[in-house]
């Protein structure tokens, strides 16, 4: 099971791609769940949808950090400049829809694993059966571990049938529900992502363990993902559909979308 959320006013930018490429790409028994704000722009019967503000807690929690501080949108007063400075690394209003989709699905679907894969993600070649299984191997998580910063948590897989789902995805909630996260220099669900992981010990697949870190911070389309994914993080890739084809640092023969980019 996949599962995502995006802004609404993003459906046109690169959701409506995410959403295709899922069904094209993607073996027929995976479905997609979307938990979003407005519309339904696209029916399908292997998507469901699902209202972001029903999940428990968040819209209290959304409300009272915009309330709380300008910080947690992000905005810090900086001397000498006469308007606030955005820093989207502490915009943990926003962050925090993430980490508590993510705990709530996994604590409520544990027949099968789950993978968050971010909107901006195309599946640009098919995924083969058990793929989430694969990656998995029997861990708890899978995830793109870099190892001079926070993962990367455009992908990131769970098994919900594990004996550790419940203590890891509580943590992950209370984190920003408690407002654990001043505590981190940082404020994003990559940071609570990380605590829980080290914190509690679960049984991890780094999938980015053979990427050569000193050549990319772009693990996504060089580890195994990127043979069957592209992640077009930031305004950029947003904007061109897809990775810059320098930013791949390994082979991938075979693979006709590399093929064409390079």
């Not at 769940?33 to 519309?39: L, N």
């Not at 292997?46 to 910080?71: G, M, N, Y």
């Not at 550790?164 to 654990?180: D, G, K």
Request: glycine share 4%; proline share 7%.
């Amino acid at each position: 099971m996949i599962i995502t959320s995006f802004p609404t006013d993003a459906w046109d930018q690169y959701a409506k791609r995410f959403c295709s490429s899922f069904l094209d790409n993607w073996p027929e028994e995976e479905r997609l769940t979307i938990y979003h704000e407005g519309e339904t722009p696209l029916e399908h019967p292997r998507i469901t949808w699902r209202r972001v503000w029903d999940v428990p807690l968040l819209k209290d929690l959304v409300d009272l950090l915009k309330q709380s501080s300008p910080a947690f949108s992000g905005m810090f007063e900086q001397k000498g400049s006469p308007s606030p400075i955005y820093s989207y690394r502490h915009d943990v209003q926003r962050w925090c829809r993430k980490a508590m989709i993510i705990s709530h699905h996994c604590r409520t679907y544990t027949s099968e694993p789950i993978a968050w894969i971010d909107a901006d993600v195309v599946t640009h070649s098919p995924v083969p059966r058990g793929f989430l299984k694969k990656l998995l191997n029997h861990s708890y998580t899978a995830y793109l571990g870099r190892p001079r910063m926070y993962t990367e948590t455009g992908f990131v897989a769970f098994d919900p049938s594990h004996e550790a789902n419940h203590n890891f995805q509580m943590l992950y909630e209370a984190i920003f529900v408690q407002r654990s996260f001043t505590l981190f220099q940082e404020w994003h669900c990559c940071i609570g992502f990380d605590f829980c992981r080290r914190t509690l010990n679960v049984p991890a697949e780094d999938i980015a363990r053979s990427v050569d870190h000193s050549k990319t911070i772009h693990p996504f389309i060089n580890s195994e993902l990127g043979d069957y994914m592209d992640h077009c993080k930031g305004p950029t890739r947003k904007v061109l559909g897809r990775s810059d084809p320098s930013e791949l640092v390994v082979e991938k023969p075979g693979i006709a979308y590399w093929e064409k980019s390079a």
